[in-house]
């Protein structure tokens, strides 16, 4: 799930971007991406946290997440550039440009880092999709 600010970014993510930024984002997610993580309610300097954004950004995120708790425990999405489905859908994105460009099917596995046989695939695909958006006629 994406939040309408920050489409590209899972929600979690999203939603520190809007605290603190999306450098502090960012920066959390490439520190703790793909893992659970603990913030609490009152910081020390050689915290994970206060070393991966700063002691200020770390305070405002704390008092976000905390608000009279201990500590917050967050699943720390990976990142826009960090999930699997994120990646997938970006080089099915430049195979989907560079084949509208009259690009080869090895020119556009190269510009997006995957094999010609990925491209077939993806362009069978939408083939098969374009044909079942027609409907039967019997």
């Known amino acids: ?53 700063g002691r200020e950004r770390a305070e405002t995120l704390s008092e976000h997440f905390c608000s009279g708790r201990s500590r917050a425990q967050l699943d720390i999405p990976l990142g826009p550039t960090g999930s699997y489905l994120g990646d997938r859908r970006r080089r099915a994105a430049v195979v989907r ?16 880092g995957i094999t010609r046989r990925s491209v077939h695939r993806q362009k069978a695909e939408r083939q098969r999709q374009l044909n079942e958006d027609q409907g039967k006629l019997f």
């Open 97 to 112: 440009q560079a084949l509208a460009e009259g690009a080869t099917a090895n020119e556009a596995a190269r510009r997006a």
């Open 1 to 53: 799930m994406t939040r309408a600010g920050w489409p590209d970014l899972p929600a979690l993510l999203a939603e520190i971007a809007e605290v603190v930024g999306i450098e502090a984002a960012l920066s959390i997610a490439e520190a703790k991406g793909g893992q659970a993580a603990s913030i609490p309610s009152r910081l020390r300097d050689d915290h994970w946290l206060v070393k991966a954004i």
